[in-house]
């Protein structure tokens, strides 16, 4: 119904907007229009004639309490790929970021990872205990956590598996499908840091073990160093309360490392003499080498980059002339402090424009206004940190790990756009 | 009332002195119990902190095994579809195709206790006792070649035995071995020879079908060509908008007369529980057998029924004796699946709640003949 009226006036009025850009000698494709600009043959309708929404009253303000995306954008969502894992319910998504822009992403497009599935749990059900090498085991109760002092951070969250599938060669066809394990967020909570203190660390606690509520109750051990500078327990993120699929009521913020550590439905902080070496710390998350070693520990989430648009799921279909490319950059080790964008498959680069703050180990958006020749291009782009590290090559990172590394695959991604403006995820030489 | 005041001064100063440098600062949150720590507090460390007292068998092991783990990861560790092998594969770190199981990878016995205990098996955690727990480490250590079949694990011996990976990890090099390599100046210009493409993502194909957006708001669909979006015609827009429109209700079948005889209310309540079932079983349009059979048509046929899935030996003599899914029938097996047909797979402690088995068959019926 709601489809039907809104899509009313287009249809009623006889021409649509696609119409009149054919009438003007716009149509899509590789039309070399320069950069003068079009003109129109015909009016355009749309400006003539009065159109229904300009004349008949819209939605009140009783329609919507809580609002989702205008139904144009219906196709902006999480997506997933079946053949990855045996059973979505300890599965992954992938956040749209082909068509998102800004830094922030919405919670409800953000991808999700669960080990047995997101759960219903309550504010008033919710117990948090800190225990083990403590001077006084505690319990938090929710309202508890309310009542400490809290902070806020921005900071992107990284599945150590994102462009995983990427590993050995070009596999997946799309921004969101290669790099969309990744939403950044504007998180509130209270520090880690508070909540030890308040049970008081023993002097041989060096490690903390955190774990979730759900049936898999995912735990990761963090040293007490991380959880003592900037870990934070976060209920709200982007202004609401957190979303059941990101770990309502709580979840722990672990700036910079990966996903996996980012307990959702924070259940319990273990302190300990030791790392508890569960299992996804062990037979998850590791890094194979080539001579048959596996790294472990490797939390950092090394610095790296991606184009956004254009890509495979968004064409540059407006031919040649004026354009935008963007991208996202990030850096688990501080800011990013500088992104190039190469047109050629890494032989010739561009400094691209950084957009708003880059604050340390959150994304990060950048732009690259270009006038394009209508081409073929390979696009990749390279992000820079404070630390002062390049982002490699797959090529490169694959000359020190092997080829059976997989997971912090932090590599440049290159994608190859052909005269129509279709792009297509490609390895180069 | 003095005396009050000197027992609470007396407490403080005692407080003070007990713990001077770690003092709450906002005393929220309150003591934890003991019960509630050893509820909580399951985790097991590599040198055997945090083991609880108990032991079991190899023997022992392989029947918890098939009971609850072999649906998913095959009668001898081997794994089943997608999900995890779990033995195996030494050997193979350094292949083309590595496989890291417990016996090829994990480095520590630690680990697959506590991952056992804490997480296991899916769908129905934290129902195996601690003695189930030793016994089917126990197995999966047997199943890797670590030890004999007549080994007994135990609290008392869980640290001596020797994992084959123990050696195989080391702590996060990338300060040394990449850093050095990647922070440097970097080239912007004639940083090397033209580049060539090697791999393609769409030579391999495996990428979901996606819809690709055009910056004008086109959505063009998954197929749909820059092309054929540019030359549609509004007349073709408009044209399935009026077909829905205009399009009759279905005459309802005369099954859809008895399935609408069911509460719909029951139904989307069964809906609901059936959430419990999903990991395993599939169900409605395009539902395909996993772990467990698809459950299309399952009330009022014959158990053991459906095509290509391999039942436990329990349920294929079910079968042969023509056992049917009477609404009785399930719910008794809901309620407890193990006493039901006993040696059955169904790793699923069962459904307490009377009007909770009845929805679930309700449900069940929506989907059947």
């Not at chain 2, 108990?54 to 081997?78: L, Q």
Request: proline share 6%.
């Amino acid at each position: 119904m709601t489809d039907q009226s809104n899509d009313a006036p287009r249809k009623a009025g006889g021409a649509s907007r696609r119409d009149f850009l054919r009438t003007a000698g716009l149509a899509a494709g590789g039309a070399a229009l320069g950069a003068t600009g079009a003109r129109a043959n015909t009016p355009d309708p749309l400006i003539t004639e009065v159109q229904p929404y300009a004349s008949f009253t819209g939605e009140g303000v009783d329609a919507t309490p809580y609002g989702m995306p205008i139904h144009y954008e219906e196709h902006v969502v999480r997506r997933n790929v079946e053949w990855l894992t045996a059973d979505p319910i300890s599965s992954i998504n992938f956040t749209p970021i082909h068509a998102l822009e800004g830094t922030i992403t919405p919670q409800g497009c953000a991808f999700e990872r669960h080990h047995s599935g997101a759960i219903e749990m309550s504010k008033q059900d919710y117990r948090l205990m800190i225990n083990g090498l403590v001077d006084r085991p505690l319990v938090f109760t929710f309202a508890d956590l309310m009542r400490l002092p809290r902070e806020s951070m921005v900071a992107f969250c990284e599945c150590a598996a994102n462009s995983g599938m990427e590993w050995g060669g070009a596999q997946l066809n799309g921004a969101q499908f290669t790099h969309g394990m990744i939403h950044n967020m504007e998180y509130i909570g209270v520090p880690l840091r508070v909540l030890l203190e308040e049970a008081g660390v023993q002097p041989e606690g060096k490690w903390v073990f955190v774990e979730g509520h759900d049936a898999s109750s995912n735990g990761r051990s963090i040293p007490m160093e991380k959880a003592m500078d900037d870990c934070l327990v976060a209920f709200y993120a982007n202004g609401e309360a957190l979303r059941m699929e990101h770990g309502y009521p709580v979840r722990l913020v672990v700036p910079g490392w990966e996903g996996n550590m980012w307990v959702k439905w924070l259940r319990r902080v273990g302190v300990y003499d030791q790392a508890v070496e569960a299992r996804e710390e062990t037979s998850k998350y590791t890094d194979l080498l080539a001579n048959g070693k596996a790294r472990k520990w490797t939390w950092e989430m090394d610095a790296k980059s991606v184009i956004t648009a254009p890509s495979p799921q968004a064409p540059a279909s407006h031919g040649a002339g004026p354009m935008v490319i963007t991208g996202l950059a990030w850096s688990g080790r501080g800011r990013i402090t500088r992104v190039d964008v190469s047109m050629d498959g890494g032989a010739n680069w561009v400094e691209a424009r950084i957009s708003g703050d880059a604050k340390p180990m959150a994304l990060t958006r950048f732009h690259v206004d270009h006038v394009w020749d209508g081409k073929p291009m390979m696009l990749q782009a390279r992000a820079v940190d404070e630390t002062g590290y390049v982002q490699p090559t797959k090529d490169q990172l694959r000359a020190v790990r092997g080829l059976n590394s997989i997971y912090h695959n932090n590599g440049i991604q290159t994608w190859y756009v052909n005269e129509n403006g279709e792009a297509e995820n490609v390895e180069v030489s | 009332m003095s005396k009050c005041r000197n027992l609470i001064a007396t407490t403080a100063l005692a407080t003070l002195l007990a713990a001077p440098a770690f003092a709450q600062e906002f005393g929220l949150g309150r003591a934890a119990l003991p019960e509630e720590i050893e509820a909580w507090d399951v985790a097991v460390l590599p040198d055997g902190t945090g083991l609880p007292e108990g032991s079991g068998d190899v023997y022992d092991g392989e029947e918890a095994w098939i009971n609850n783990c072999a649906a998913c990861h095959g009668d001898f560790a081997e794994g089943a579809g997608a999900w995890p092998v779990i033995a195996g594969g030494e050997g193979t770190l350094t292949n083309a195709r590595p496989v890291k199981t417990v016996g090829s990878y994990w480095p520590y016995l630690s680990t697959v206790f506590d991952y056992v205990h804490r997480s296991m098996p899916f769908g129905a955690a934290q129902i195996l006792t601690y003695d189930e727990t030793y016994a089917i480490t126990a197995y999966i250590l047997y199943s890797n070649g670590i030890v004999d079949y007549d080994f007994v694990l135990s609290n008392e011996n869980f640290t001596e035995v020797s994992m084959p990976n123990a050696d195989g990890f080391i702590v996060d090099d990338r300060m040394e071995s990449e850093f050095p390599l990647f922070v440097t100046e970097a080239c912007m210009s004639d940083c090397g020879d033209p580049v060539e493409i090697t791999k393609r993502a769409s030579d391999i194909a495996v990428t979901p079908p996606f819809p690709r957006l055009l910056l004008d708001g086109t959505v063009l669909e998954p197929g749909e060509t820059l092309e054929e979006a540019s030359l549609q015609d509004t007349a073709t827009d408009a044209a399935p908008v009026e077909e829905a429109a205009a399009e009759p209700a279905a005459e309802p079948a005369a099954e859809e007369v008895e399935v609408a005889s069911l509460d719909p209310a029951m139904v989307e309540a069964g809906e609901s529980a059936f959430r419990q079932c999903r990991s395993c079983h599939q169900i409605g349009d395009g539902a395909r057998s996993g772990v467990g059979p698809a459950l299309n048509g399952v009330v009022g046929s014959v158990a053991g029924q459906v095509d290509g899935f391999r039942y436990s030996p329990a349920f294929a003599e079910k079968a042969d004796e023509g056992m049917v899914w009477t609404d009785e029938a399930l719910d008794a097996f809901l309620e407890n699946p193990r006493d039901y047909i006993s040696g059955n797979r169904m790793a699923f402690r069962g459904v307490r709640d009377a009007d909770e088995r009845a929805a679930l068959i309700a449900y069940l019926t929506s989907h059947s003949d």
